[in-house]
Each structure stands twice: as structure tokens, then as C-alpha cells.
């Protein structure tokens, strides 16, 4: 079943960190929901059939007003056909979830909530510049449990600069602590063109080094299973029930319609992503007309988006699926490829299925390179 994604691009202050599309032009929000509204009746057949998850994302969809949130879920739900159990996923940032807040959840079809709490040191907070501290991260989760959501996700990070494995193995018990149904946890990245990378380049920080990175990550992963939490994809934990539908639904190759500045669809023949400009995309949409690029999709690009989403998962990447949609020749240029993996211990196959190993994980973004048509 296919999932609808809404870009909410603002934010108070850019973290140091985001490669997302982004601005601060708050003033900008109501006319931008009106834009949102439009482009989902401009595109309302894209992906035709019955929702199952719907993601509110940014950005920082928490800094939408009550009356700005009411109208763009009146739109989702007049526009398209939700299913009744779908996940509907919003994220917010700790610091915006008051009271008032809250009650503004218990209004609207919002059933999983997720949050960017990073980490639990107030001084690596301050180094990413976010707005929260640990405490605000504590009190949303009550503030959010009394308002009835009853699917909480957090995403934390690990390998800033300096941070040893004990502190970060405090970060992991904190959040086993919270008793959150979900938890994504990166390796901090240095995206280019951020002010992280600037100062990675400058000389001002060091990056963590691999011997220290993969403890993080072992202990990560040791910590979580141990605490009850599926490790159903490379970042990604789960409490059993609640793994994340719509994330899964992009591993597994399923269409979706991206709305917003910068956001992509997919409807399983071509890609397609909206201009990343604000004022482009809010004054070409209210005018009737949605700004966008695409890409049709040949038998070598579905191949490797495959390749670099499903080998992500815990089920790995389907060969009966692969020989299904793009025929015999590819599935078996997928296991001559993946041979040599395989004998290292980096990748296993039982037939059905081509995984990637413990180890294999560590060096993931290599083994798929590996893997890929170029």
C-alpha cells in the first residue's frame, strides 16, 4: 500500500549537522500549508489506492500553529483515501511539545510521534546547536504518553567529536530508560556544504576514528537487542509491533507521493522531486502548476535502488523479487557480485534471501558499491 510524505521545511536555527532542505523564513508557514493543499489536488492521482502511512516530516512540523496542523490533515484526508489503521507519523522537536501542544495532538489523527533527541549531554546538544536539552527529551515523552500517543520514535546520534564509548553507552541507557516503542541511531555525518564539514575541514574537529566508531556501534546493538528492541534495519530498533511502516515501505520498494519543497515520489516506474526553494515551490503551486524534475527509471537504476535499500533491512534484499521484476539475468549478476562477499563472511544467502552479515554491516555503504551496476 502506498504512503504519502509532507515536507515541513522550517526551522528556528539550522543545526550545524542538516543536509535537509531547510529555511527560517517562518513567516512564510500559512501561505506554504496553502501551497501543500494545492499541490495535493494538483496531484491527487499520482499513487492511486488506499494509504497506509502518512509522514509529516521536516524540518520542524512542530512549528506549524494549531489551525496550520487542522488544515493540512483536512487536506490529506479529503484529498486521499487513508486507510483507518494507518500510521500517521509527525515529527516534532522536543522543545515545541507543551501542554498546549500536546492537547493540539489529541485533536488530530497523529498516532506516532518522532523526535530528534541527538543525545542526552546538554553540551553535545549545544555543539550541534539544538534548541532542546536532555531534560526537555524527558518531559516530552511524559507530555506525549498523558496525550495518548502510545508509539514514540527517537533518533540519537554517536562519533562526535571527542565522545568516548562510555558516554555514549549513557546515551544508549537513557533511552532504554524513556521506554520508547522505536530508536534510530546515526553515526554522526559530515554532509558537504555544512558548517559541521567546514569545521571538519578547517582542522577545528577530528572525526572519530573506525576502531572507536565500530565499538559505538557494536555496543549500540548489543545494548538495544538486549533490551528487548528488534534490530529490523542498519539504524533502525523496534519494540515488537512497531517497526516504522512507512520507512519500511521505502526499503521495500513500495510508491509513495512526496509533497512539498524538495520532496520526492516514487511510483514505481520514475523519481520525482519538487524544487528545493521555498518561494518557487509556494508561488508556481498556488498558481496551479507544481515544480518538479523526474527521472524514469531503467532496469539498471531499480537494481541498484534495490541494492542500496533492501539490503538495508534485516530480511535483506528478496532474489525472488529480483527475478520477478527485472528477470533472471539480474538476480544472477546480483549473487555473482555478491560471491566474493559472501566467502568473506560479509554477506549470506540462504536462496531466498542475500543479507548482509555483523560485519558486513560496518562497511555496508562498500558492499553495496560492490554490488551495484555502474
Known amino acids: 500500500m502506498p504512503g504519502i510524505y509532507v515536507h515541513i521545511p522550517f526551522c528556528r536555527s539550522r543545526c550545524i549537522y542538516c543536509g535537509f532542505y531547510s529555511t527560517t523564513l517562518l513567516n512564510l508557514r500559512r501561505r506554504y500549508v496553502e501551497a501543500l493543499c494545492n499541490e495535493m489536488l494538483l496531484r491527487k492521482d499520482y499513487v492511486g489506492g488506499t494509504f497506509n502511512t502518512v509522514y509529516i516530516g521536516g524540518g520542524t512540523p512542530s512549528l506549524l500553529a494549531a489551525d496550520e496542523l487542522a488544515t493540512l490533515f483536512h487536506y490529506i484526508y479529503k ?69 495518548g500517543i502510545g508509539n514514540i520514535s527517537i533518533d540519537l546520534m554517536f562519533g562526535f567529536p571527542g565522545e568516548t564509548l562510555e558516554e555514549w553507552t549513557a546515551d544508549i541507557r537513557e533511552a532504554v530508560t524513556l521506554d520508547v516503542e522505536h530508536i534510530s541511531a546515526y553515526s554522526l555525518m559530515y554532509e558537504e556544504g555544512t558548517p559541521l564539514a567546514a569545521m571538519l575541514e578547517d582542522g577545528r574537529i577530528e572525526e572519530t576514528d573506525d576502531e572507536l566508531s565500530r565499538a559505538m556501534y557494536d555496543t549500540l546493538v548489543t545494548r538495544l537487542t538486549g533490551a528487548g528492541y528488534e534490530h529490523y534495519e542498519i ?22 507521493t512526496g509533497i512539498g519543497a524538495a520532496a520526492h515520489s516514487f511510483d514505481l516506474k520514475s523519481r520525482q522531486w519538487n524544487v528545493a526553494d521555498i518561494h518557487k515551490y509556494i508561488n508556481s503551486t498556488i498558481n496551479g502548476m ?4 523526474r527521472e524514469t527509471l531503467n532496469k539498471e ?59 558486513g554491516i560496518f562497511i555496508s555503504d562498500m558492499v553495496m558499491s560492490d554490488l551495484m551496476i555502474v
Open 290 to 293: 507544481v515544480p518538479f524534475e
Open 301 to 359: 537504476t531499480m537494481f541498484n535502488d534495490i541494492v542500496t535499500t533492501a539490503l538495508r533491512t534485516s530480511e535483506g534484499i528478496d532474489l525472488g523479487y529480483v527475478e520477478k521484476t527485472l528477470g533472471s539475468t539480474y538476480k544472477k549478476t546480483l549473487l555473482d557480485n555478491a560471491a566474493r562477499h559472501i566467502k568473506e563472511g560479509l554477506l549470506t544467502s540462504d536462496g531466498r534471501h542475500l543479507k548482509l552479515t555483523h560485519d
Open 235 to 256: 539504524s533502525n530498533f523496534a519494540k515488537k509491533g512497531f517497526r516504522s511502516r512507512h520507512n519500511s515501505s521505502y526499503w521495500r520498494q513500495e510508491p509513495y
Open 79 to 147: 484529498v486521499y483515501n487513508i486507510s483507518p489503521e494507518a500510521e500517521v507519523t509527525m515529527e516534532c522537536n522536543p522543545d515545541d511539545v507543551t501542554p498546549d501542544f500536546a492537547e493540539v495532538l489529541t485533536r488530530l489523527p497523529v498516532n506516532r510521534v518522532s523526535m530528534g533527541a541527538q543525545t542526552f549531554s546538554d553540551a553535545r546538544l549545544g555543539f550541534l546547536h539544538r534548541r532542546h536539552s536532555a531534560y526537555d527529551v524527558r518531559r516530552t515523552v511524559n507530555l506525549l504518553r498523558r496525550a
